[in-house]
């Protein structure tokens, strides 16, 4: 019997000993880590982002005329892109922080062209983009080292580079 559950009876064994020597287990009650840290007024840091977006394509009555009688179709692939910034976080109350986060997005968006006689060309259109989300963030009662929360808001942006022609 042995030879047939042995990896099975070895797992469990392996766990079983692993589990045995898991420090936070020692303790009924564990440490608040940093339990101050929820009284700062303002806090800061920041941001790094990834992302992919594409372009909505959506065909015009100028696409069905002479001008474009070669090409069958434009597609819009998702391409990655990534962000930086900052946060600065501000307590209003004790459940209740307001959030902005001004960042940089860059991104890459590519169009493809297939044309009827089954060639295709690219085109890549590398786009910036400044962000200003603003937020507030509701924080239920801290109970151990544990909070829910919740987060709402907008976000304002403004391109700063890119093609507005395409």
């Known amino acids: ?73 434009v597609m819009a692939p998702s391409s990655p892109g990534f962000s930086l910034g900052g946060l600065v976080n501000l307590r209003i109350a004790d459940e209740l922080d307001l959030r902005i986060m001004p960042k940089a997005g860059f991104y890459d968006h590519k169009l493809i062209y297939q044309y009827t006689d089954e060639q295709s060309q690219d085109q890549l259109i590398e786009t910036a983009i400044m962000e200003f989300p603003i937020a507030i963030k509701y924080k239920s009662a801290r109970r151990g080292n544990v909070r829910m929360y919740m987060v709402g808001g907008f976000t304002p942006s403004f391109e700063l580079s890119g093609k507005n022609d395409v």
């Open 1 to 73: 019997m042995f030879d047939l559950y042995r990896y099975k009876v070895a797992g469990a064994a392996l766990f079983v000993l692993l589990t045995l020597t898991v420090e936070g287990q020692k303790y009924k009650w564990a440490r608040e880590n940093n339990p101050r840290y929820d009284e700062r007024t303002i806090s800061y840091g920041f941001v790094i982002g990834l992302h992919s977006s594409s372009y909505q394509v959506k065909y015009s009555d100028q696409f069905v005329t002479q001008a474009f009688d070669t090409v069958h179709s």
